[in-house]
């Protein structure tokens, strides 16, 4: 895997394009969370740098192909001028003369950041004209956007082919972690794989077990294979309908020479809320009014066992109802342990997905892993073994 970075181009004096994810929470004009935007400066600090004009192109909602005001970019300049440190100007458009002139005007050691991409309806659509009338206003494209890069539109991928094009480094760090986890790991590999269904997953799961030496399998998806192989799980939540496919998946495995560790032990409860009464079962065990809410202890060893024989480990999705205790404790002990092995430099260590990052933030665990990565359908495409056509317009 080769992609072009920053570092292969000469920018100065030039307009850079630069796409970015700056699709961060606002409440009554006030970003309320900044880490998007902190993440990209270190590609616009470096473009500055180089002597190069960085204009940046970003999307912001859904606005189905038609300006709406409260979808404006407008409001993240001040954020923006904070995270940079340097005046950020704006323009009423990301293409034709508002676009032209802002960027005619703009000086050196200055930014510009383009109105919503998605105010027009060719963005989603990739429409060559679109991506065309980008591309006229600069010289040289950098895409710092990985959380986007799942789409061919015209910002992560038609402006690509237009102008030379290079990964930022946001985007960058994220393929060096993903090819360290996927590409070319050091194995042993693990993946967890956690989530309410197996039917969201079945990709990803597809791709794992010929890709990884062990599979770990948790929350309600667990139940399903549990079903699957014949044993009763009460009220718990399960895909009965799946059983036939996570029989199959468990077969694929098996010809793969990939472990799948399923729950040995399980937390039941009576009813879904915080400190509920519980108890501990063996998984063919569970009592036909409970429901299962998270791995059991004797799990929780045994993965810890898994991940101490393992040299990589991909996580996606949580082991248990992590959102109320006690039920978040298989999550939070295995996110631990994870942590402390990456810590002490045995283990590489990568993870993304909305609830996943939000459950090893809970658990204390994310800053000791290797990468966390923000971008949730753009790495589960990767984990599924699906060709990224953001990237892959940047390759060499």
């Known amino acids: 895997m080769a992609w072009k970075t920053l570092d292969e181009m000469d920018l100065a004096g030039k307009v850079v394009l630069v796409r970015v994810d700056i699709n961060v929470p606002v409440e009554n004009g006030v970003?309320?969370?900044?880490?998007?935007?902190?993440k990209i400066a270190p590609t616009v600090k470096d473009i500055l740098a180089k002597g190069g004009k960085p204009v940046l192109l970003a999307h912001f909602g859904r606005p189905k192909g038609k300006p709406v005001p409260e979808m404006s970019l407008r409001p993240l300049v001040p954020e923006l001028a904070k995270a940079l440190g340097v005046p950020v100007k704006f323009a009423e458009d990301c293409i034709g003369a508002p676009a032209k002139t802002a960027v005619a005007a703009l000086a050196a050691g200055e930014v510009l950041l383009l109105e919503n991409t998605r105010f027009h309806a060719g963005e989603e659509k990739n429409d060559p004209e679109l991506?065309?009338?980008m591309a006229a206003l600069g010289e040289v494209y950098v895409n710092d956007a990985f959380s986007a890069a799942h789409r061919a539109h015209s910002s992560t991928e038609g402006v690509a082919h237009i102008l030379p094009a290079v990964a930022?480094?946001?985007?960058a760090a994220e393929l060096k972690a993903l090819e360290a986890a996927l590409g070319?790991?050091?194995?042993?590999v693990t993946a967890v794989v956690g989530g309410a269904k197996v039917s969201t997953k079945l990709d990803l799961l597809g791709n794992l077990v010929s890709k990884v030496d062990h599979l770990v399998i948790g929350g309600g998806m667990a139940n399903t294979f549990l079903v699957a192989q014949g044993i009763d799980v009460g009220k718990s939540l399960a895909e009965r309908e799946m059983a036939e496919t996570a029989r199959e998946i468990l077969e694929k495995a098996a010809a793969a020479g990939c472990a799948?560790?399923?729950?040995?032990?399980?937390?039941?409860?009576?009813?879904?809320?915080?400190?509920?009464?519980?108890e501990v079962v063996g998984n063919a065990d569970c009592p036909a009014d409970a429901m299962i809410l998270d791995a059991g202890p004797k799990s929780v060893e045994e993965i810890a066992k898994v991940f101490e024989a393992s040299k990589t480990l991909i996580w996606n999705g949580p082991l248990g109802a992590f959102e109320i205790a006690p039920f978040d404790a298989a999550t939070n002990a295995a996110a631990q342990k994870a942590a402390d092995l990456t810590k002490a430099g045995k283990l590489v260590s990568v993870a993304g997905g909305?609830?996943?990052?939000a459950a090893l933030n809970k658990a204390g665990a994310a800053e000791d892993f290797s990468y966390i990565s923000t971008a949730g359908g753009a790495f589960l495409e990767w984990m599924e073994g699906k060709e990224l056509p953001g990237v892959a317009a940047l390759m060499k």
């Open 31 to 38: 970003v309320t969370d900044a880490t998007r935007i902190e």
């Open 131 to 133: 991506s065309a009338a």
């Open 168 to 171: 930022g480094r946001l985007m």
């Open 184 to 188: 070319n790991p050091v194995r042993p």
């Open 260 to 278: 799948i560790h399923l729950p040995a032990d399980v937390v039941v409860a009576r009813e879904f809320k915080a400190g509920a009464e519980n």
């Open 354 to 357: 909305g609830d996943t990052v």
